[in-house]
């Protein structure tokens, strides 16, 4: 299909949006389990990347402290964090009016973002800042946008 139609990349917003094959025995979490390694096999079969994007649980904002994401807060998790080689999960302090970075030397989180990654099936887990202009929903790199500050391109 790839070489056919030429497509190098499917992303998927949202997984909990697509629907599997009805099994009156299957509960959702079950269900996305299935649509989850469905995913994974079409990746391989067209050698192409898939993303899937995913939800996180509302009581991962209710947990106290880091308000950090974790794989335990992905929606009807199942196999999700097992099929999938990179997990990238978004972090946005400031929108809890947590105005200071536990592990950044108390660095203000206003215009900040983190993108953590919480599975890397070949390389490491890192997390970073970057950027994040909320008006246009538009993350991007923080040493780039200090550099424009000082007056030197990118």
């Known amino acids: 299909m790839n070489s056919r139609y030429g497509i190098k990349l499917i992303i998927v917003n949202y997984l909990q949006l697509m629907s599997g094959i009805k099994n009156k025995d299957a509960n959702r979490e079950q269900e996305i389990s299935r649509i989850s390694g ?43 964090d097992q099929d999938a080689d990179v997990l990238l999960c978004l972090n946005r302090l400031e929108y809890y009016d947590i105005e200071q970075w536990d592990d950044y030397h108390s660095e203000p989180t206003n215009g900040e973002a983190k993108y953590i990654l919480t599975k890397n099936r070949n390389g490491d887990l890192v997390r970073n800042r970057m950027g994040f202009e909320g008006q246009y929903t538009r993350f991007f790199d923080l040493e780039d946008f200090k550099d424009l500050r000082k007056g030197k391109k990118p």
């Open 38 to 80: 469905g995913l994974k096999m079409v990746a391989k079969e067209l050698d192409i990347p898939v993303i899937a994007l995913s939800q996180l649980l509302r009581s991962a904002e209710s947990q106290g402290g880091h308000k950090r994401p974790m794989l335990s807060h992905l929606r009807d998790s199942g196999f999700i």
